[in-house]
């Protein structure tokens, strides 16, 4: 007579498994994370151009709103020239733009006037505290 063979069960989930198989779930849990993060990856090369050109028109949007605003400062440079109020003051003078040798002046005249105020201060307080 042959002996009668014993049938091999797999392994239940509530039993141990063998190291090989503890290796080869986690290296199938490993893949599957792969997997999807190589679909996250690949969905945002698909919309990295959707997303530029987004970008890039709010980006044009807001240059577009600012250079449009009109602001309430009468020398204020980032606003456009309403011209509606030209031909009102026809006879006032136009609006003198210091150059830059008046603005070199001016930057002169404050120093020198500091220099000047620090030696007067400086002398009081030698008298004052030495006499």
């Known amino acids: 007579m042959v002996p009668k063979r014993r049938k091999t069960t797999p392994p239940k989930a509530g039993k141990a498994g063998s190291p090989l198989d503890d290796r080869r779930r986690s290296l199938a849990e490993e893949e599957a994370k792969l997997r999807e993060q190589m679909e996250q990856h690949q969905k945002l090369i698909e919309d990295a151009p959707k ?3 987004e970008r890039a028109r709010q980006r044009r949007d807001e ?3 600012r250079a449009t605003r009109t602001d309430a400062r009468p020398a204020s440079k980032a606003a456009l ?3 509606r109020f030209y031909e009102v003051n026809v006879a006032a ?3 003198h733009r210091r150059l830059r040798a008046e603005r070199r002046q001016g930057r002169l005249t404050f120093f ?3 220099i000047v105020f620090s030696a007067v201060i400086l002398w009081l307080y030698y008298t004052v ?3």
């Open 63 to 65: 240059l577009i709103t």
């Open 129 to 131: 505290m030495h006499s």
């Open 93 to 95: 003078p136009a609006q």
């Open 51 to 53: 997303i530029a050109r």
């Open 81 to 83: 020239i309403d011209r």
């Open 112 to 114: 020198m006037l500091l």
